[in-house]
């Protein structure tokens, strides 16, 4: 049975850090992609970053310059009050190295961790 869960969540000032974690039972890295998603409140599940099976990682353009990832971890910089929300991370069975980014293509998901940026 696959299992996922969110650790290392925060409240930060703006312009802080936070490193999120994400553990994982079940899988195997070589053929699943893991993927990062939050939601704020009053809004829908929006994508964060993601790795494919083959490392291959992309990032919304929210995230671009500010965060980056392992297979297991998420990490915040320069955080903003609008990245206020519950993250999420997911896993997707992935045999083609393809990393992707709409939330109902991954099966597998953590219960979320909360982050607040106060500005």
């Known amino acids: 049975e696959v299992q996922l869960w969110e650790s290392g969540g925060n409240s930060v000032q703006a312009g802080g850090s936070v490193r999120l974690f994400c553990g994982v039972s079940?899988?195997?890295?070589?053929?699943?992609?893991i993927g990062w998603f939050r939601q704020a409140p009053g809004k829908g599940r929006e994508f964060v970053s993601c790795?494919?099976?083959?490392?291959d990682k992309k990032f919304a353009d929210s995230a671009k310059g500010r965060f980056t990832m392992g297979r297991t971890f998420l990490q915040m910089n320069n955080l903003k009050a609008d990245d206020t929300a519950v993250y999420y991370c997911?896993?997707?069975?992935?045999?083609?190295?393809?990393?992707?980014?709409?939330?109902?293509?991954?099966?597998?998901w953590g219960h979320g961790t909360q982050v607040t940026v106060s500005s």
């Open positions: 997911a896993a997707r069975a992935d045999y083609s190295g393809r990393c992707l980014i709409q939330p109902n293509e991954y099966a597998y």
């Open positions: 079940g899988l195997s890295f070589e053929d699943y992609s």
């Open positions: 790795i494919s099976s083959t490392s």
